[in-house]
């Protein structure tokens, strides 16, 4: 339990660090914050567009913005917790800047995606807690504290499914994606032989 609350503290450490540099930029923070609003208020519109045109099987409008907050809280807290980490694997790979991760007391796993975005992911976040509980309030549910709970435990589940689908989409990324550049200037360089022929 120790191991946990030692990767919480570090969690708010990196949030803490990557705060400050927002701050230091005030012009990249205040874009950051509108063009998350705007995501979201795209969000919103394309599905309250779509309701009104067509019907997604037995879904109606509310139970949709219902699942859109669940949307915006899975999709917000990967990019609060780990979206700079996973954009900059296969540079770190590649550049050998895990060296120096692999150097720290944690885990490399952890420490390499760890770094996430910033406050304006976090106020999306927020929004999307908000337009949850705006959903179920409109469906009039009472919901109880063991659904809360079991509801919490699905969304994180889903975050971590979310986490290893983009961990195995940027470690293929890595390799095959390497693997292509170097073969393309492979078959540019013999190109070049056969055309001095």
């Known amino acids: 339990m120790k191991k946990y609350f030692r990767y919480l503290k570090l969690t708010l450490k990196y949030f803490k660090i990557t705060c400050i540099q927002e701050l230091a930029f005030r012009f990249s923070f205040f874009t950051g914050i509108i063009g998350s609003f705007v995501f979201v208020i795209l969000n919103w519109a394309i599905v309250y567009f779509l309701m009104q045109k067509v019907t997604i099987g037995r879904w109606t409008e509310k139970e949709m913005i219902v699942l859109l907050g669940c949307f915006y809280i899975v999709y917000y807290a990967f990019f609060l917790l780990f979206w700079r980490g996973f954009i900059k694997i296969p540079r770190n790979i590649r550049d050998g800047v895990f060296d120096y991760f692999l150097m720290k007391p944690i885990d490399l796993q952890f420490s390499s995606t ?84």
């Open 114 to 197: 760890i770094m996430g975005g910033g406050i304006h992911n976090f106020f999306a976040l927020c929004f999307g807690f908000f337009v949850l509980i705006f959903g179920i309030n409109n469906l009039g549910i009472q919901v109880s504290l063991l659904q809360i709970v079991s509801g919490g435990f699905c969304l994180i589940l889903a975050l971590l499914n979310f986490y290893s689908l983009m961990l195995i989409l940027i470690s293929l990324n890595f390799k095959y994606g390497f693997m292509l550049k170097v073969m393309n200037e492979l078959n540019q360089h013999l190109n070049k032989i056969s055309k001095n022929k």
